[in-house]
């Protein structure tokens, strides 16, 4: 074991510790499906499938007197309402956090 300067911890060395390799790779992975999800999610948002996102607006607006509308998001983006660009956006998102997440806990070990 080796000091580290910068935390005054404990850390393995490089020599001898597999965890820098699996956390790297476990990092990556989650990246690369990530990026993945968010595609295949950009794709079904351009195609005009509602996502989470949309979904919640749709009920939002359906429902009366509710304050949960995405429309400011849509704002963000020039749109004056929630519209295509603002649901892309969302759902991109959407993909890429569940993408990433999935992988990540999927690969993660343990100690």
Known sequence: MVRSPAASVLVPSMKSSLLA???SSSLATAAVVGL??????LALALSGRALVGGTVHLI?????GSQV????LGRLVGEPDFGPVS???????EGLLFG????FGLTRRPK
């Open 87 to 93: 649901a892309a956006i969302l759902g991109t998102g």
């Open 60 to 64: 939002a607006e359906a429902s009366q």
């Open 69 to 72: 509308v995405l429309t400011p």
């Open 100 to 103: 990433a997440g999935l992988a």
């Open 21 to 23: 390799f699996v956390l």
């Open 36 to 41: 993945a999800c968010a595609a295949a999610t």
